[in-house]
Nanobody
């Protein structure tokens, strides 16, 4: 079994930054590509950013391109989401997810392991 635990969420003013972390524990070999998704009230869960197993490839949603940056440290079994120039519309519950293939996809249905999420609130 593999477990993902997010941290780093909180309340920040518009224009500010936050860094989310996702700690991977247990059968870490079950998780290769990682991704971040978010869900805000009344909206569907949406892909934010993903990273390949070796960190050499990343994908990012157009809505956050140039503001959000995904990375990982395989030695620490952690993934990160650096969020800059935050906007009120970035307010959501953020989840990290993983699956056993090397490259991330934008479809949530492709991911087999999910964390419980962390709340990010951006005030105007």
């Amino acid at each position: 079994q593999v477990t993902l635990v997010e941290s780093g969420g909180g309340l920040v003013q518009a224009g500010g930054s936050l860094r989310l972390s996702c700690a991977i524990s247990g059968r870490t070999d079950y998780v290769a590509a990682m991704a971040w998704f978010r869900q805000s009230a009344g909206k569907a869960c949406e892909f934010v950013s993903g990273i390949s197993s070796n960190g050499g490839y990343t994908d990012v949603a157009e809505s956050v391109k140039g503001r959000f940056f995904v990375s990982r440290d395989n030695a620490k079994n952690e993934a990160y989401l650096e969020m800059d120039i935050l906007k009120p519309e970035d307010t959501a519950f953020y989840y990290c997810a993983g699956h056993g293939r090397d490259y991330p996809s934008q479809g949530g249905e492709d991911y087999t392991t999910w964390g419980e999420g962390t709340q990010v609130t951006v005030s105007a």
